[in-house]
């Protein structure tokens, strides 16, 4: 079992730059590929950015390719994504996500809003 708890959200003026931290309990944290998602009322749940174990190796949804950062510290039980050039079509709840071959784990989320 793993738990992901988000932080970091908040309000930010369009432009400007937030971090977004997820911390994962349990002490398996290196054998997930770990993700951020974004969902707003009423869309589906999408794609945002995924890192591999090592952190290595990132992928990224074409909209915020070139703006945000996804990051991991094994050691920490953390992964990040650090938000540049913040637009107000970013505005939604962001989740993290922990994937492995038998499991998927999801955080409760935390709220990005851009303002113009």
């Known amino acids: 079992q793993v738990q992901l708890v988000e932080s970091g959200g908040g309000l930010v003026q369009a432009g400007g730059s937030l971090r977004l931290s997820c911390a994962a309990s349990g002490r398996t944290f290196k054998s997930y590929v770990m993700g951020w998602f974004r969902q707003a009322p009423g869309k589906e749940r999408e794609f945002v950015a995924t890192i591999n174990l090592s952190g290595g190796s990132t992928n990224y949804a074409d909209s915020v390719k070139g703006r945000f950062t996804i990051s991991r510290d094994n050691t920490k039980n953390t992964v990040y994504l650090q938000m540049n050039s913040l637009k107000t079509e970013d505005t939604t709840v962001y989740y993290c996500?922990?994937?492995?071959?038998?499991?998927?784990?999801w955080g409760r989320g935390t709220q990005v809003t851009v303002s113009s």
């Open positions: 996500n922990a994937k492995s071959y038998v499991s998927d784990y």
